[in-house]
């Protein structure tokens, strides 16, 4: 009997608890089976009973039991009962923050997030061993439940005994009944929701066949039938694993490649923290050009796989192997292309306090706040990394440590959603609309061009049209993906110009200096690739490339007049230029310049 003066009133503050914060059951599930990894289970199975209810006027499964059974190294009859308790357990020392588990409060807090009462059987040496203990909500807010029962010899019942499949000489099962907050209201519609969380949860432990995971709905009044049921794939948002969920043709094959810039994808930052160097690694990844192509008047995203990918955006926070949450303070909610990328990030359990780690194991609370600092404007104000960490450092803030990870982040992912960005750029196929010939300035180019090689105009290009053609081909790639255009992209150009017989080749690629566009003649051809970084791109070229088939009349005037005031400032530009040069011979050879280009400019337009 609690104390009228008790400071937590045990059945006040245990129904209080029912309200810990689990997103569903998927996750509540996911502690269940946390302990039951943490055992050294090689199986986790998720069983789902129902039973036909009267709804409505009409009988629909209901479901009334959830089970989780491992083949675990089970429990005895002290631990069993300290599992039960809220806030105790085995790996509360500080010595002993190396698995999935810790915090002592997954199995009581997760069940009673979802239900009324919570039976637990454990065994070692033998089924015929088992111990069973439970915590019924009912008998606790009556207060006839005062502390954990102590463990008693008693059988598993027989209805899990005939659906559960690994019954070893030692493990766990855990049942949930009396049912009250589950939102799904079938076995089925649990298992379907559950699959992809959990699978992305525990990718990594399905990946190496440390564990499988098994999930069964079935009806508690047919136990004769033979239900259906499934195994868990590794779901991987950053999508480098070969065998996932993700459908085909990604399967069987990664959707995705490691990022290749200056550094590895996988990056090992030092974070010292209670006189010890411990080890976070952030693993980058982005999309195959593949992936992102699809039939002319598709859209990759809307296919298979593409809807897939939407369903994993974010930063995935992995503790311990374990997957905590799809962090969203760096994703673009409006940008569909966010889909493409993926980060991973896996810290050890010793850095909980610095992640700020939930006892629900749901999320990283600090990771997530420096996350949401807009690190790049305020180092655009003029302050420096190191003065945002001194900064933290007097404000005593616990987050000082991830500041400089979450910087390296942000940036790298900039990086990241540029070459996303380019992958489709200057796609021919974007611009077949209503019979309009992509390659058609190409073709009035070399039209012109060889009209002036006839007057006896000779450009540096004109020596090497005599290459031959796989030779031609293949230096104009190279020169392509010198600028930053990708490989599959540089191929298909350099064969069009080759084979088309065109004098030119125009590509887009995001380029690290202040320049428009930059020229190269090789292999034959004048090699012209626009900037996508430069604001002139954005203002003249990316406005009119958007789909004109979907903006109705206003939004195509807008753009046109917006595209309009691009030229004018480029042309201001230029003359602002010209207006700074010394009196002199060097305004002098602007000036030529201009009227030069002028004069070729006219011959060309005056043929489109």
Known sequence: MNNAHDIVP???????????????????????????????ASQVELLCG?????????????????AVLDNGCGMDANVLRLALQFGNGTHLDEDKHTGIGRFGMGLPSSSISQCQRVDVWSWHNGIENVLHSYLDLDEIKSQRMTEVPEPTVQPIPMIWRNIGQKFGDSGTLVVWSKIDRCMWRTGKAIIDNSEFVIGRMYRKFLDND???IRMVAFDLDALYKVPPEKSALPNDPGYLIEKTSCPAPYDHQAMFQSWEGDTSYETTYKINFKDKEHDVKVRFSYAKEEARQAEPGKNPGSLPHGQHAAKNVGVSVVRAGRELELDQNLVNNYDPTERWWGIEVEFPPSLDDIFGVTNNKQSARNFGEILQLDIESLLEEGKTVAQLKEELLQDEDPKLPLLELAHKISSQLSLIRRLIKAQTKGTRTTEKRHGHDPYKPEKVATTVTQERQSQGYKGKSDADEQLPKEERKQVIKEALKEDGVTEAKAELIAA??????????????????????????RGGAIIVTLNTNHPAYKNLVEILEEDVDKADIDTLRSRLVNSLDGLKLLLMAWARYEDEQPDGQRKENAQDTRIDWGRVARRFLENE
């Open 10 to 40: 045990t059945h006040l503050a245990v129904q209080a608890m029912r309200d810990n914060g689990y997103k569903n059951a998927a996750y509540a599930l996911a502690e269940l089976m946390d302990n039951a990894i943490q055992a050294g």
């Open 50 to 66: 129902e039973r036909k209810q009267s709804v409505e006027g009409k009988r629909r499964s209901r479901i009334e039991q959830i």
């Open 210 to 212: 440390q564990v499988k």
């Open 496 to 521: 069009t110009t080759v084979d088309d017989g065109l004098k030119y080749s125009f590509a887009q690629a995001s380029i690290d200096t202040p320049e428009f566009f930059t020229v190269q003649s």
